[in-house]
């Protein structure tokens, strides 16, 4: 997990915490490949993003179950649309 500040994003190669940022309505800005096919995955930072990183990690971040499997699939779709 990375912040840049030069560009305001925060990437994450963590599918999961990928599909709860974007359950918690963070703006997917883009998707790439690592150099073990792997996705990576780069939001729009906000002032909110740590505290919701470290309630993800501690396994206190609430939210729509439905919502974060269909941000899941998105996801998963991104990473195999770049596998093609």
Known sequence: ?????KDNTYSTSNLFLAA???TK????????LNERSLGIFY?????D???LVRKYFDGTLEGSFKRFVNCLAEL?????ALRS
Do not use: A, G, H, Q
């Open 1 to 5: 997990m990375e912040k840049s500040k």
């Open 20 to 22: 709860s940022l974007l």
């Open 25 to 32: 309505k963070f703006r997917l800005i883009d998707t790439k």
């Open 43 to 47: 939001f729009e930072d906000r002032p």
């Open 49 to 51: 993003r740590e505290e």
């Open 76 to 80: 998963r779709d991104n990473v195999t």
